[in-house]
């Protein structure tokens, strides 16, 4: 099945439940660096990996843009990552296409934010 089929899939499957732990969260590859250097074992096949540390949870992961970046299920950030680690995860957190005034504008509701002038829009087909 085609990865944007599956990511239909899986959007759809949140929006459904009312449950967005399951998509997925993107992190340059570089963040696991830290563990290899601490003595964890990374397998891996072509797209999806997997971070084994003693004692710890199991982290698997997807693999994608030529090995540059991995990605999580948002929900797998919060129950698999110890809280003392998530910084260091945060710190190597990859956004994608955003409308950074979009996001301001949800963070701060009633403020006002300066992004040109209103006009009709008509998105091409």
């Known amino acids: 099945m085609p990865s944007n089929l599956v990511w239909k899939r899986t959007v ?11 998509l997925p969260i993107h992190f340059s ?3 696991l660096s830290r563990y290899i ?9 072509d797209t999806v990996g997997r971070l084994m540390q003693p004692g ?3 982290i698997d992961f997807g693999i994608v843009e030529d ?7 948002f929900g797998d950030i919060g129950s698999l990552i110890p809280e003392s680690e998530r910084s260091h995860w945060l710190e190597h ?4 296409s955003v409308s950074r005034p979009y996001l301001q504008m949800t963070l701060q509701p ?6 040109g002038q209103l006009r009709e829009w008509a998105p091409e087909s």
């Open 12 to 22: 759809a499957r949140a929006v459904s439940s009312g449950d967005a732990s399951a």
């Open 37 to 45: 250097e601490g003595g964890a074992k990374i397998l891996r096949t």
């Open 56 to 58: 710890k949870a199991v």
């Open 29 to 31: 590859a570089s963040v």
């Open 67 to 73: 090995d540059t970046m991995i990605h999580l299920r």
């Open 93 to 96: 957190l990859v956004a994608p």
């Open 110 to 115: 009633g403020a006002c934010h300066d992004d």
